[in-house]
């Protein structure tokens, strides 16, 4: 008995160790060992991920600031922004996008409104008319024959890629400047693609403008303003492309309605910054009226010849005007009910004033404008414009890029510019009208 109760320590240290035994602890020390390893490669990645979402949103952000429409809307609308030219993405597209130039490496910027030298006086001394074969040999010369070539199998391969997307053949997110690239050609000291877009080769672009043209039954104003309008965005170093809006039927002409248009189907070639809307018929006087995008919303002319060089009233917001992409979401686009002439700019006018901006005019007889006398016709006038205005504010919010309906455009490439030619009807906006006399 003694000899058991003497060996129980034993026995009791043999089952303990029997049972330490039996675990298997290097297999517990390297199943925490591997833990450990997935808990700090899991935290590790975190902070990967951490800081390369504030780097992205910092580079977004700066993306944002640089191409903000905020101008100071006290003062002439100089940009509170850093210039656009600085922008991360803006240099990454331009090395995509286009072959490098030593102007490119070095990130030579084209000049700014002040920086500009050597610009031409009294553009529109000569406003005879012409025909579009001798504006495009005055503008293309011996690439001429080349430019056709390319614009008519461009259009060939647009109207493929338009047909499929209509049909959901295709949901390629390519936009219609990049399906056109390939077809790039150099004149002069620009990149030039099909439709009439332009992008200056020894400098890098500061904005990129689209000019829209409400158009119908003009074709003989079209050639004399593009034989001046072209060569002056050349000489400003100026991006952009021209934007022919046609009426495709006999209702009574609706400018406002056709700048919606072409402010939504200009978006699908490219974004861009600001868009000036151009009656066809007013050619600017002198070619330091710059068509950048500063001192947005801009009103561009400060007189013309049919006035004295004058304007007919200070408030007048017609013929050339100018606003940011922002600017015109903000104000939802423009009025759809001015069906006629007149009413539609102070409509318009009310609108940017709704949103807190104020415009901007050149000085003097840089805002001059002559307008194209021969076959100059115009529209019969809206009998309703003046109940129309009146009730402006009542439509603002439901009448304007939210409620415009109208069938797919037709959209063909020239040589010196795009044309969208498109059916659009009247819409239907519930509101009640008191009675008001009309005119």
């Not at 330490?20 to 700090?40: E, G, H, Q, V, Y």
Request: aromatic residues 12%; proline residues 5%; charged residues 20%.
């Amino acid at each position: 008995m003694t000899n058991i109760f003497l060996n129980k320590p034993i026995l009791v240290w043999r089952s303990m160790y029997t049972c330490a035994m039996n675990i298997n602890w290097p297999k517990i020390s390297l199943r925490n060992i591997l833990t450990d390893l997935k808990l700090r490669y899991v935290l590790r990645t975190l902070c990967i991920l951490v800081c390369l979402g504030v780097i992205t949103t910092i580079m977004l952000w700066n993306e944002v600031m640089l191409k903000s429409e905020s101008v100071d809307r006290t003062g002439m609308g100089i940009p509170l922004t850093v210039p656009r030219d600085k922008s991360v993405f803006r240099h990454v597209r331009s090395w995509m996008k286009k072959p490098r130039h030593s102007s490119d490496q070095a990130g030579i910027v084209c000049p700014s409104e002040f920086e500009l030298t050597g610009l031409r006086g009294n553009l529109s001394a000569d406003l005879n008319a012409t025909t579009l074969t001798f504006t495009e040999q005055e503008i293309f010369r011996e690439q001429t024959e080349e430019v056709l070539q390319v614009t008519h199998d461009m259009n060939l391969r647009l109207n493929v890629n338009l047909f499929n997307r209509r049909h959901k053949r295709d949901y390629s997110p390519l936009t219609i400047e990049d399906i056109l690239l390939p077809s790039i050609l150099y004149v002069k000291d620009y990149l030039y693609i099909p439709g009439g877009h332009w992008k200056p080769t020894d400098c890098l672009p500061r904005w990129k403008v689209a000019i829209i043209i409400p158009f119908r039954d003009r074709y003989s104003h079209l050639p004399i303003f593009l034989k001046h309008i072209i060569p002056m965005l050349h000489r400003q170093k100026l991006e952009f492309g021209i934007f022919v809006i046609e009426q495709d039927n006999m209702l009574l002409f609706n400018r406002a309605m056709l700048l919606n248009v072409g402010f939504l189907e200009s978006l699908n070639f490219t974004k861009w910054d600001c868009f000036i809307y151009h009656d066809v018929d007013h050619v600017p006087y002198n070619d330091g009226n710059y068509y950048g995008c500063i001192g947005m919303p801009r009103h561009f002319i400060t007189g013309a010849d049919r006035w004295g060089y004058k304007l007919q009233y200070n408030s007048f917001f017609g013929a050339v005007t100018g606003m940011t992409r922002g600017q015109i979401f903000e104000m939802n686009g423009f009025p759809n009910v001015y069906w006629g002439w007149g009413g539609e700019d102070d409509d318009i006018w009310q609108r940017v004033k709704s949103i807190g901006y104020t415009k901007t005019r050149p000085r003097s007889y840089i805002g001059w404008y002559d307008v194209i006398k021969q076959d100059h016709k115009s529209a019969p006038h809206n009998k309703e414009r003046v109940a129309s205005l009146k009730y402006w504010k009542k439509r603002h919010l439901i009448d304007g890029l939210n409620n415009i309906v109208y069938d797919e455009p037709i959209i063909t490439l020239y040589s010196l510019y795009t044309n969208i030619a498109v059916n659009i009807q009247k819409l239907n906006i519930d509101i009640e009208y008191e009675d008001y006399p009309t005119d």
